[in-house]
């Protein structure tokens, strides 16, 4: 469609800049307690389901499978077992912040103690033929904390 | 019961990393005039006509709004459908539901994306154009020429598949070995796909596995480009598909199915598995739903060749066991004896899969429109050496639940 014989007639680019997105999230009542529990208890709280008892962590409100309501908290972890784990040796841009990530870094799929759901989190060991599925581990919180998922620095094998 | 419905016509565009050869619109409007000619129709003759890509890329958030009358659909009904890495799998299923539901007699699917025009950070997809919009950082981080260019040429990052493919790993004791086995065999297939983008004729395992690691276990030979790219379908009603095209590929059994249980954000945003995410029970539920109404009762015996949605090798391997293809655990022991080779007893993905092209709103898309070659006996090169009577295509995606599952056979019977 675009091309004809002979001279390749010139193909226009027109540029337009970068947009930004300014976004907030909104919480909502289950993750704010979650994330108020990090910051002023160093606490991992969770959900339990009154139907099935399943636990979730990060806490939500309705159980998928029972499609139950829950509102029984329970307190999960610091500690918990590595239930899988990459390192990553490719670096690239942290999409939440524009900034480079270094590498390597580890991440983690953690199950605390308590919880039938994993987090995912970061490690600090580098080198995978040291890390191991079952391994456990346990977080380490921040001391300046602000109400994220960040409040856990990472977590560290134990 | 839905009437018979056929797929009559297919169509896509050479698939490359940038075609900047084409506007948007231009590359959408080359898989549609295609599928049209495939068909035997006219545009005049197309009564409604479904489109998606993956929301937002491309850099435009509404194409809807001005692709139209590019593929003939001026005054004519217009739907967009857009399920993320699903995108083509559901564009094509809703064109199945315009003619199924009888409203409809020819209706046109198009699905597409060009990622090259913009440098969104798919933070899921993690792929090679987060690599061209991060260059300068990807250099502050002390990435060399050689990885820089090994990035634009294959993809970036791991996204969300390198867990699944490690909790895969555990389940079935597979290796690294089978990912370079997997990834050798697509590009191997795309050498024979005209329209494919990573070609690589006579590619090895050993070949793969020289490759750098990009994060454990994948290595830069286990990840899918990212591709510019469309795919269109033409879906008629049985009495025209018959009068249209001599091979029509019915369409038997369709089904969609989400499954909530592996939502992931990502270690930066404090990510969730709430389960093991290769269980991918979507899958399953939707392969028995739609083989149910296929009426296939043994999918290892009745099916002759699938095409899954494999970005990264260990998806081929545990799609294909929850298709039912393979037992549990057991797909990448086929996979060693070669029955999922091109020429083998259930050949996978013989036109070089999302592992060689992934132009990700047409991805989808492009399984099914392969069975439908495969049916229809217009695969050229990668045509599978056997009568093909039913094959089975794959979608996945959403954000990393959503599956859908079509059948496709040789007869409407």
Known sequence: MAGTAGETPELIKVHSGAVEVPYDWHCGPYWSRFFRGLRDEKKIYATKCPSCGRVYIPPREVCGPCFARMDEWVEVGPEGVIEMFTVVRLPYTNPSTGEPLSVPYTDVYVRLDGADTSLMHWLDETDEKKIAVGMRVRAVFRDKRTGTMHDIEHFKLI | ?413
């Open chain 2, 1 to 413: 019961m839905p009437r018979p419905v056929a797929i009559i016509g297919c169509g896509q565009t050479k698939h490359l990393s940038r075609r900047r050869d084409v506007s948007q619109p231009e590359l959408i409007a080359e898989a549609a005039w295609k599928a049209m000619e495939d068909a035997n129709v006219t545009p005049d003759e197309v009564d409604a006509v479904v489109v998606g890509n993956m929301q937002g890329f491309g850099g435009v958030a509404q194409p809807d709004l001005w692709i139209g009358d590019w593929i003939g659909a001026p005054g004519k009904p217009v739907m967009r459908v857009t399920t993320g890495g699903t995108t083509g799998g559901t564009v094509a299923q809703a064109g199945y539901y315009h003619v199924a539901s009888g409203l409809h007699n020819v209706v046109l699917a198009v699905a597409w994306e060009k990622h090259s025009d913009s440098k969104e950070s798919g933070a899921t997809t993690g792929l090679g154009h987060v690599g061209f919009g991060a260059q300068v950082n990807l250099f502050r981080c002390g990435m060399g020429l050689k990885g820089f260019i090994a990035t634009s040429g294959v993809g970036m990052a791991a996204g969300v598949a390198v867990y699944q493919a490690m909790y895969y790993m555990h389940r079935s004791g597979c290796g690294i070995e089978h990912f370079d086995m997997v990834a050798a065999k697509s590009r191997r297939n795309a050498a024979k796909n005209k329209y494919a983008h990573l070609q690589w004729p006579n590619c090895t395992p050993e070949d793969i596995a020289k490759t750098e690691m990009v994060a454990y276990p994948f290595r830069y030979g286990h990840v899918c480009p990212a591709s510019d790219g469309a795919a269109a379908l033409v879906f008629a009603d049985g009495n025209t598909a018959r009068k249209r095209v001599r091979t029509p590929a019915w369409v038997k059994g369709l089904a969609s199915i989400t499954d909530e249980e592996n939502q992931l954000i990502s270690e930066s945003g404090g990510g969730v598995g709430i389960i093991d995410s290769s269980e991918q029970m979507g899958a399953r539920v939707a392969a028995q739903k739609a083989y149910k109404m296929a009426g296939i009762r043994d999918p290892q015996k009745e099916i002759d060749v699938a095409e899954l949605y494999q970005p990264f090798p260990n998806q081929e391997l545990l799609f294909a066991e929850k298709l039912g293809l393979f037992d549990e655990g057991k797909a990448w022991l086929a996979l060693e004896k070669g029955e999922t080779d091109i020429d083998g007893r259930l050949p996978c993905d013989p036109s070089g899969g999302v592992m060689s092209t992934n132009a990700i709103g047409a991805a989808a898309m492009l399984r099914i429109l392969e069975c439908a070659l495969q049916v229809m006996g217009k695969a050229e090169e990668h045509q599978v050496p056997k009568k093909v009577n039913i094959a089975v295509a794959h979608g996945w995606g959403g954000s990393t639940n959503y599956n859908t599952v079509t059948v496709l056979g040789s007869s409407p019977d």
